[in-house]
């Protein structure tokens, strides 16, 4: 399989359905920007936290899941598409992991560890995948909406983890002065 193919230097890329639209479409920055999400979840595994790693690794492939659903405006039975599974599959983790976490006080200022600090960009972006993914839904008809609810809940998701990463790294919380 060939890595280039010169299909996308007029600007134009494929949907899932072989239709032609612009790079800069709703529908591309809403699958890209979950992209770059995936991306940065991938730069904090491994963390050293095989429990930790376990979730990313489920949330990477969500991501992909995401991805393949803004890809396809008209999907069949058998295509990958977010569902209210994945969106639950979330909240147990986030439930899980605030136990161990102190109660939340006050706001947070984002960094940490490392890795930490990798989720805390990762939430930053999935925040803005969010917003792209709401201008899908307000431009265009077929738009899975559990894909944007599944976005929301997983920027809790990593800003949850990015707190536990500090705990557990033993770097405290920083909030911010006014």
């Known amino acids: 399989m060939k890595i280039y193919t010169g299909r996308g230097d007029e600007g134009q890329t494929d949907l899932r359905t072989m239709d032609r639209v612009s790079k800069a479409s709703e529908r591309i920055e809403a699958y890209g920007s979950a992209d770059e ?13 095989d429990d930790l790693d376990d979730d990313l690794a489920m949330v990477q492939n969500h991501l992909h ?16 598409v977010v569902r209210e599974e994945h969106v639950a599959e ?13 109660p939340l006080e006050s706001f947070i200022l984002p960094g940490g560890s490392d890795s930490g600090a990798h989720l805390h960009h990762a939430r930053s972006v999935c925040r803005r995948a969010e917003r792209r993914a709401v201008a899908l839904v307000a431009a265009e008809d077929e738009v899975n909406e559990t894909a944007v ?27 911010p002065t006014y």
């Open 37 to 49: 999400v995936n991306s940065l979840v991938g730069l904090t595994r491994p963390t050293g936290y």
């Open 65 to 80: 899941i995401v991805q393949a659903d803004f890809a396809n405006p008209e999907p069949d039975e058998d295509d990958p």
């Open 90 to 102: 979330l909240e147990a983790t986030i439930d899980r992991y605030d136990e161990e976490l102190d």
């Open 149 to 175: 609810v599944y976005l929301n809940r997983l920027s809790d998701a990593l800003f949850t983890l990015a707190r536990l990463l500090n705990q557990r790294d033993g770097v405290p919380e920083e909030s």
